[in-house]
């Protein structure tokens, strides 16, 4: 029998929703940009289609509507046959007991975060200032995507019309949703407009995607290596690093990535074919056909056709992005600069003289959108004439063109500018601080600039003396502090410093080692964590705390021994230090390898005890967090500041009352053992807090980037000591563009440019002012 409660609610709901999007004077269509939610939902809604109005499509639409607390309330009442004020709380605790409501929720916030973030993407890129630049597209011929009959087949006995492949950049999520595979493969030049396809398809798809829809998430597939990681594993670590959020678990135990992945709530925009790794081609097709999986892939004609010789890509239809026309350039560039005639002469070439070498070179140069944007930076905004690009002398083929402007654009950009308020740049040091950036990006055959990665394009020497200094300092400085204060009258000024240089090298010798083996020559990576520490609200599935823990208590049981192994030999000079006669050798062997077990122990069970502590108060970040490079960096360096600020007190606390329990433990059968209080205070404080300095130096990607990136590099030459700022300055003028947590170039072409010129600058001895890098890379 019908429930009368449940039409009821359904019959206010639409035209309640329809009026407060009327107050807030928004159409259907704007309100599915704010919100994320699909504008045929929307409109469902509002008729009172049959539908069952979920409470996450619900907050989205009046998050979007910026209602007051008191409508907010109204609305989300009328979802639930509960009591207003409790509404949404009922909503909330019942929804995770549904898998598959918990999941479509996580879908509908991944995509307004997904819209949100490739809305200001493409405000950034300028693409609508002052007109999109007209990318269009033709059917690509069958060999290049199909070598059977897969592409857009019409099912036999179908009265269906053949697929219509040809259209614009606003029509390409209408022709997406028109091919039956869900598979597209996009194709173009470098500089056609790839990217940027597959950004508009992503937002176009979003703004009319209903809940049964998945999300299109554009991933940089350049990365991915086919023979080393499945796709389904790929995409879900992608998920996971933009956005960190999604590491919550989801009802069946995985992480809400996976869920959303292995039920195919997630779309794939893999933008970058092209540039996965030489060889790899052919085996990341196979690997696309051992999945059924939609998706819209983008390549480079001539990558794509070599990967599809021996095997097609099943079932994917196929566009290639069509080049721009001289009317087309004739129509865009005099809009976008003030100086109505400033490409007069240029644009006259191009009409009156189509066959002369001048107007053929430049029509060939400027027949992709990244040319035309380079072309637009160099001479549009800079007040330079455009004329010069007629010089067939200068400039005698369209390659010669091509690295003028792209020569010339780094230096366009970072031109002085008072009154925008920008800081000014020395353009040969950005040349060179860029030049170094992307020569370690090629090094790493990669476009993607990570700043918890900026540390290896140092020797692996250099990495490790920079961990024992850093960690060897704090130690010393921390340790003459603690003794000073605690013990001066027994112990003096120079006692104390030689105790904290001693103790000093020790520790970092010791974190040396442990970085060395594990980090420069073992492999282990350490990416920015997704989790924060909480002390009240914790969540995340015991088990998988209980594992990392149980890692985490391993690894700190091996590190205090390999900390003792310094320690205890000076421990033992110390002690001869301040005896009135010095040991012999026999009883200083002895003392000293009694030390290394006990001290072993002690540090031992404190660390591994502490970094286990913590992991069970870590949660995951939220699920509408997104990141960014610099707000992923932010939120890591909260992270592990907090870490670290719980860790030391807790570390003293532990060596302090353990080294009182593992003495007695160990009372006698080792000999007679000493732990007063005052001294295990004070090995607990000079342990505990230079441990967890010196831990959140060489094991934190925060730590890493500190160290690394924010002295070492600049104190070297090889990046400006205001980084930070140097990359977000270097997003906000174009030359650098986000894709999720990380940076790239502008386009493959810069980066492979930039990194030319550095090595040529760099291969043979230079004079080098005191900015630049002295050494070999």
């Known amino acids: 029998m019908p429930d009368s409660r449940g039409a009821e609610v359904t019959s206010r709901f ?82 995770p007991l549904v898998p598959r409501d918990a999941l479509t929720e996580a879908a509908d916030q991944l995509a307004q975060v997904v819209a949100a973030r490739w809305r200001r993407e493409e405000e950034q890129r300028r693409i609508h200032d002052p007109f999109p630049l007209p990318v269009r597209w033709q059917p690509v011929s069958a060999d290049l995507t199909d070598h059977s009959d897969n592409i857009h087949r019409v099912p036999p006995g179908s009265t269906a019309d053949p697929l219509d492949l040809t259209g614009d950049l606003t029509e390409i999520a209408d022709v997406y949703r028109r091919i039956p595979s869900g598979r597209l493969v996009v194709l173009g030049r470098a500089g056609s407009g790839k990217t940027i396809l597959a950004l508009r398809f992503t937002l176009d798809y979003l703004r009319t995607r209903d809940g049964a829809d998945p999300v299109p998430v554009v991933f940089s597939v350049g990365s991915w290596d086919p023979a080393v990681t499945a796709l389904r594993d790929w995409l879900i670590d992608q998920l996971l690093r933009d956005y960190p959020g999604l590491v919550a678990s989801a009802p069946g135990g995985s992480t809400l990535a996976a869920a959303l992945v292995e039920t195919g709530r997630v779309l794939p925009v893999l933008d970058g074919f092209d540039e996965i790794a030489h060889g790899l081609h052919q085996s990341a097709v196979e690997a696309l056909n051992t999945t059924s999986l939609p998706l819209l892939l983008t390549s480079r004609p001539g990558e794509f056709a070599a990967a599809v010789e021996a095997t097609a890509l099943a079932g994917a239809a196929g566009v290639e992005l069509v080049e721009l026309g001289r009317a087309d350039l004739i129509n865009y560039l005099p809009r976008t600069t003030r100086r109505g005639t400033a490409w007069d002469s240029v644009l006259d070439e191009l009409r009156e003289r189509p066959d002369s070498e001048a107007s053929a070179n430049l029509a060939a140069v400027l027949s992709t959108p990244l040319m035309v944007g380079l072309a637009r930076t160099v001479y549009s905004e800079s007040g330079a004439d455009p004329a010069i690009l007629l010089d067939t002398t200068r400039f005698p083929t369209p390659e010669a063109l091509e690295d003028h402007l792209l020569a010339s654009f780094v230096p366009a950009v970072y031109r002085p500018r008072p009154s925008t308020g920008r800081r000014d740049w020395d353009p040969d040091r950005v040349r060179h601080w ?12 990669t476009g993607d600039l990570k700043w918890w990665l900026l540390g290896t394009s140092l020797r692996r020497s250099s990495r490790i003396l920079a961990v024992v200094l850093a960690s060897a300092l704090v130690t010393a400085v921390v340790d003459a502090l603690v003794v000073l204060s605690s013990n001066a009258m027994q112990y003096g000024i120079g006692l104390a410093m030689v105790d904290g240089l001693l103790t000093g090298a020790e520790l970092g010798l010791a974190f040396g080692l442990l970085y060395g083996l594990l980090v420069v020559y073992g492999g282990v990576g350490f990416e920015p964590s997704r989790m924060q520490v909480r002390l009240l609200g914790r969540s995340g599935r015991t088990g998988r705390r209980a594992r990392t823990a149980g890692i985490r208590f391993g690894a700190g049981l091996l590190g205090g021994f390999v900390v003792a192994l310094g320690y205890a030999p000076v421990s033992t000079f110390m002690r001869t230090v301040r005896s009135e006669s010095p040991f012999p050798d026999d009883v200083a062997v002895k003392l000293t390898l009694v030390n ?48 670290t600020a719980l860790f030391a007190p807790l570390a003293v606390l532990l060596i302090a009352v353990g080294g009182r329990l593992v003495v007695d433990l160990l009372q006698g059968s080792l000999g007679p053992l000493s732990w007063p209080l005052l001294d295990g205070l004070i090995v607990g404080a000079v342990g505990g807090i230079s441990g967890a300095i010196a831990y959140a130096a060489a094991f934190t990607a925060w730590g890493q980037w500190v160290l690394l990136a924010r002295v070492w590099l600049p104190v070297t030459g090889r990046l400006p000591w205001q980084v930070t700022a140097f990359l977000e300055d270097a997003y906000r003028r174009g030359v650098l563009r986000q894709a999720g947590a990380v940076y790239q170039f502008r386009h493959a072409r810069l980066q492979a440019h930039l990194g030319r010129a550095y090595r040529a600058q760099h291969a043979t001895p230079a004079r080098l002012g005191p900015a630049t890098d002295r050494s070999a890379v």
């Open 14 to 95: 639409g035209p309640l929703l329809r009026q407060l999007r009327r107050q807030a004077g928004l159409t259907q269509e704007q309100l599915a940009e704010r919100s994320g939610v699909g504008v045929r939902t929307i409109r469902r809604l509002e008729n009172n289609s049959p539908t069952d109005p979920r409470i996450g499509t619900v907050k989205l639409l009046a998050d979007a509507l910026d209602l007051a607390p008191d409508k907010r309330r109204e609305l989300l009442a009328e979802v639930g046959d509960v009591p207003a004020e409790d509404a949404a709380e009922t909503r909330e605790a019942a929804e």
């Open 596 to 643: 290394f077990l006990v001290f072993g122990l002690i540090f031992g069970l404190a660390l591994g005890t502490g970094l286990a502590l913590v992991s069970v108060l870590e949660t995951p970040l939220d699920i509408n967090s997104a990141a960014t490079p610099m707000g992923m960096l932010a939120a890591n360096r909260s992270a592990v500041v907090r870490q």
């Open 434 to 445: 860029l030049g170094y950036l992307a020569n370690h990006l090629d090094r790493l055959d």
